[in-house]
């Protein structure tokens, strides 16, 4: 039967919250959410500052933490006793549902910003719009999102509903009817799916005409028509099992497998796969406790199983972990759960398991574990063994964390040399972790070896790879409880032998489009680079009266590191301006003609590129780089133009821009070291000096007009047919306005291009 269903628009409530963090995960039920750097976020039924459940995140390293307390019908954080999951709707924005508070206490539909920790409430149930969402929601990829209701709409017995994203409209879909009528089922408990053709599939709990509950599907193409798929059909019948509380799946071939949590040849359940196209519903697993028992959670498909958990039954009647041969059908139970000790902690499991970034599956139990709070978990598919993620405590002690460099560690030695790190932990009941991050990289999990007599700590050990200079370690121990340990920090020097890069390097600071002080992105560098790596400089900028000191160490794999904390930006402070971030690297892949770029950013954009390379022709060589002298057709005296382009071009009227050429005269020294000397198109007067580098190129900068305006660009040397010249395309020209002045009194301060060449004077 196809039935189409008329759509209610309904009023929203917005509000916003403040960010919180506090303890309180209890009863986590609904599925875990991979976010973009691998940690998961769910939601927990129970707990929280106010008893009305919680949003929290989970990191890799088992860190557990609360990013939003609900309060209930009232408050900051409207929302009580969520049990779906949390879903991304691509924007960063995520989605949830809470079955009960708002201002009806029927439940609402809520977005939270984890960036930012902003919470609002989209929707809140009112009975008539339904009631009760226990499922989390659905998105169709187009700024939609789908969902159920266990009750409410015109019959009470439940609804699908939709969410405009963009707007937060909510609109009714579908109200069913119950054992009969128009739109058979009653109490959708699970989340949709959506096929490869489009259609929408559901299930819902109960109604049909046994009452044991339905597959049905809605087809958005069709103006959302209803069709009432399936219809349970208990302990026996043609459709074995009744109550399914889950999700299903669409397989490759376009099959649906889901679960039922209660009917089945022994009344404990079933596991089924549906073919829309036959209509056909096989019963692929019946549950008969030992084997597990009422499955209420999705199943999900891992290559050439299927993996799904039960509520209860196993070997402790605490639920179990399984699998299902998608080619055999073969059904093996994985783990029983051994609630709040044993080998895997945890209790009646309601969630699904999801991905984690290695290949291994997470999820997370109601209950068992430390208090009966319920706990995380994650099972690594090679092996079939579960290991413990976090049992979450009422009252937590953060555990201890020591550091040092083991005894006898090298602060001195070869590029990719580890040196050990050692130290102690400890907790007030179980460790789980020491987790180690060197120089802001990653988080790496440390051997950990138990003490032999009780209430001693334990002992932990990891090998790190040391930068250049600084190095800056944290470190932090986890217990089972998911509490980390205030991180204590290490700090010491290590030096990396590294005589190839030693030597000078020089190079230019070009302003991106995006500058709007261009002048003030502009400059010239210089680097002096010992055998240690170690190095010194200044950089010149335009409009900047004095120049920056640069201190610090090259790393391993070529950024710079500054000052005395190793940092790989530097920060240049001006005076009612925002802060110039400095960022440089050295190409140490290419021996003896290095390469130096780098980005100079200003409020979170790249406002300059940086570009030079190593200065071969210096009189302090690089050690062990072989002699290398000045081409002798690059040496001498060049006679040099700075041609002006046509007004035109440069966006001005001729009354604003020289109709003239400047001069410069140039001498190239057998040092590689280059004079200039030449007065511009305008009469300004310039004398500059620079250092060739190792591809025949000098970054020309001088400074102009007392310093506020300057000329640069990179002069490429070269050597064409027995003959030299030199040339720069597009060399830049800062002059400032100055209304005293009656030649351009409005000047270019936002820079022009003019054209080099020189050519070379004959001896």
Same mark, same amino acid.
């Given at each position: ?37 691998? +940690? ?29 307390? #609900? ?67 659905? +998105? ?429 930006? #530097? ?49 302090? #060589? ?9 081409? %002798? +057709? ?50 300004? %007067?310039? #004398? ?76």
């Amino acid at each position: 039967m196809k039935i189409i269903r008329p759509t209610i628009l309904c009023a929203l409530a917005l509000a916003g919250a403040a960010f919180a963090q506090t303890a309180g995960v209890e009863s986590p039920q609904g599925n875990l959410l991979r976010v973009a750097d691998g +940690s998961f976020l769910g939601t927990n039924a129970n707990g929280g500052t106010a008893g009305y459940g919680a949003l929290f995140r989970v990191t890799p390293e088992s860190e557990v933490s609360v990013l939003a307390n #609900l309060t209930g019908d009232i408050g900051s954080k409207p929302g009580a006793y969520p049990r779906g999951g949390l879903i991304d709707d691509g924007t960063g924005t995520l989605w949830g549902t809470t079955t009960q508070g708002g201002a009806s206490a029927l439940g609402t539909v809520f977005k939270f910003v984890s960036a930012t920790g902003t919470f609002a409430t989209v929707a809140a149930f009112t009975g008539a719009n339904g009631s009760f969402p226990d499922a989390a929601l659905v +998105s169709d990829g187009a700024g939609i999102l789908w969902g159920t209701t266990r009750a409410g709409g015109a019959g009470d017995f439940g609804t699908v509903f939709t969410i405009n994203a963009a707007t937060g409209a909510l609109t009714t879909v579908v109200e069913f009817t119950g054992t009969s009528g128009a739109v058979i089922g009653s109490q959708p408990k699970a989340a949709l799916v959506r096929d490869g053709a489009g259609l929408w599939w559901g299930t819902t709990s109960a109604g049909g005409s046994g009452g044991l509950g339905t597959i049905f599907s809605i087809d958005p193409a069709n103006g959302n028509a209803f069709t009432t798929e399936v219809v349970f059909t208990g302990t026996n019948g043609a459709a074995l099992g009744s109550a399914p509380e889950a999700a299903m799946i669409v397989d490759a071939n376009g099959k649906l497998w889901g679960t039922t949590s209660s009917g089945g040849t022994s009344g404990s359940g079933t596991v089924f796969r549906f073919a829309p196209a036959t209509d056909a519903l096989t019963t692929v697993v019946n549950f008969a406790g030992a084997n597990g028992a009422h499955p209420k959670a999705a199943l999900l498909a891992d290559g050439a199983l299927l993996w799904g958990t039960t509520y209860d039954g196993g070997l402790s009647g605490l639920g179990t972990i399984f699998t299902i041969a998608t080619a055999s059908d073969a059904h093996d139970v994985v783990a029983s759960f051994t609630g709040t000790g044993g080998s895997v902690r945890g209790a009646y499991p309601l969630a699904a398991l999801v991905h984690g970034a290695a290949g291994e599956l997470w999820g997370v139990a109601a209950q068992g574990g430390r208090d009966d709070r319920g706990t995380i978990f994650k099972v690594h598919t090679a092996t079939h063994t579960v290991q413990l993620v976090a049992e979450p405590e009422i009252a937590p002690v953060l555990p201890a964390a020591t550091a040092q460099l083991a005894p006898g560690s090298m602060t001195t030695g070869p590029i990719g040399a580890p040196i050990t790190l050692r130290g102690t932990a400890k907790d007030d009941v179980e460790l789980l972790s020491v987790i180690v991050s060197i120089n802001g990289g990653p988080f790496l999990p440390a051997a950990l070896t138990a003490p032999l007599l009780p209430g001693k700590p334990f002992t932990w050990q990891l090998d790190v790879l040391p930068e250049n200079g600084v190095n800056v370690v944290v470190i932090k121990s986890v217990d089972n409880g998911g509490n980390p340990s205030k991180p204590r920090t290490l700090v010491f020097n290590y030096t990396v032998v590294r005589p190839d890069v030693a030597g000078s390097y020089t190079g230019l600071l070009t302003p991106d489009a995006i500058s709007a002080t261009p002048l003030q992105h502009t400059g010239v560098f210089g680097l002096k680079v010992t055998t240690k790596g170690r190095f010194t400089g200044k950089l010149t900028l335009g409009g900047r009266a004095q120049p920056v000191v640069l201190t610090g160490s090259i790393g391993n794999s070529g950024d710079a590191r500054f000052g005395k904390t190793g940092a790989t930006q #530097l920060s240049i402070t001006r005076k009612n301006l925002p802060p110039l971030l400095l960022a440089l690297n050295l190409d140490v892949d290419a021996p003896f003609s290095r390469q130096v770029t780098g980005t100079l950013r200003e409020s979170g954009a790249d406002v300059a590129a940086a570009s030079g390379g190593q200065m071969l022709y210096t009189a302090k #060589l690089n050690p062990i780089a072989p002699l290398q002298n000045v081409p %002798p +057709s690059l040496l001498g005296s060049y006679t040099s133009v700075f041609h002006a382009l046509t007004p035109a071009a440069q966006g001005l009227p001729a009354s604003d821009f020289p109709q003239t050429d400047g001069t410069v005269q140039m001498k190239v020294t057998p040092s590689g070291k280059v004079k200039l000397a030449g007065r511009l198109a305008d009469g300004a %007067p310039f #004398l500059a000096s620079g250092s060739l580098t190792a591809d025949n190129t000098l970054p020309f900068f001088a400074k102009l007009y007392r310093g506020a305006g300057a000329i640069c660009g990179p002069i490429a040397f070269r050597n064409l047919a027995g003959q030299s010249d030199a040339d720069c395309a597009g060399m830049l020209w800062f002059r400032p306005a100055n209304a005293r002045t009656t030649d351009y009194p409005n000047g270019w301060p936002s820079g022009i291009n003019v054209d080099f060449t020189a050519s070379k004077v004959a001896p």
